[in-house]
């Protein structure tokens, strides 16, 4: 191939992939990243039974936890009463103060990933460490505050950070 072919074909494709990403790029929402999100955003949570269990050792009810047990919780997130989604969570314990991960599921879409150490005062402050659609490249943290200790419900604050 000579040189004018050459630079011909490579202007050629050089237009061609910027189309491509121009293409694309309006097809994903008008050529503009939505970007982390911002503000904050409040909810409840109404942590359901939870699930205890240890792999080495099994499960044995009524007994208190050990460094390597789990435990799950599972329970629905609302706003002014109406359910807007579920949470799923873990804490481990370690011999010390356990650890846990939250994923806030949301109905209309996306997910947020909560880390932290559990405390027995509230509030307690952890981290927002990531998420999905809405929520992509979310971080913050978020402020959790018991509002009933009989139904285990909790009003959560997440404040994002941009």
């Given at each position: 191939?000579?040189?004018?072919?050459?630079?011909?074909?490579?202007?050629?494709?050089?237009?061609?992939?910027?189309?491509?990403?121009?293409?694309?790029?309006?097809?994903?929402?008008?050529?503009?990243?939505?970007?982390?999100?911002?503000?904050?955003?409040?909810?409840?949570?109404?942590?359901?039974?939870?699930?205890?269990?240890?792999?080495?050792?099994?499960?044995?009810?009524?007994?208190?936890?050990?460094?390597?047990?789990?435990?799950?919780?599972?329970?629905?997130?609302?706003?002014?009463?109406?359910?807007?989604?579920?949470?799923?969570?873990?804490?481990t314990f370690h011999g010390g103060t356990p650890t846990f991960v939250?994923?806030?599921?949301?109905?209309?879409?996306?997910?947020?990933?909560?880390?932290?150490?559990?405390?027995?005062?509230?509030?307690?402050?952890?981290?927002?460490?990531?998420?999905?659609?809405?929520?992509?490249?979310?971080?913050?943290?978020?402020?959790?505050?018991?509002?009933?200790?009989?139904?285990?419900?909790?009003?959560?604050?997440?404040?994002?950070?941009?």
């Amino acid at each position: 191939m000579n040189r004018r072919a050459t630079v011909t074909l490579i202007t050629t494709l050089a237009v061609t992939s910027a189309v491509g990403v121009i293409v694309g790029t309006s097809a994903l929402g008008g050529g503009e990243s939505q970007g982390p999100p911002s503000g904050t955003l409040e909810f409840d949570f109404r942590a359901g039974p939870t699930r205890g269990f240890n792999p080495a050792r099994g499960s044995k009810p009524n007994q208190a936890p050990k460094p390597g047990d789990i435990i799950t919780v599972r329970g629905p997130i609302t706003q002014a009463g109406k359910r807007i989604g579920v949470a799923d969570g873990s804490l481990t314990f370690h011999g010390g103060t356990p650890t846990f991960v939250v994923v806030f599921k949301f109905d209309a879409g996306g997910t947020l990933v909560v880390q932290g150490v559990t405390t027995k005062k509230s509030p307690t402050v952890s981290a927002v460490v990531g998420g999905t659609g809405p929520y992509a490249g979310a971080r913050g943290e978020l402020v959790e505050t018991l509002k009933n200790p009989k139904t285990q419900l909790f009003h959560e604050t997440v404040r994002f950070i941009p």
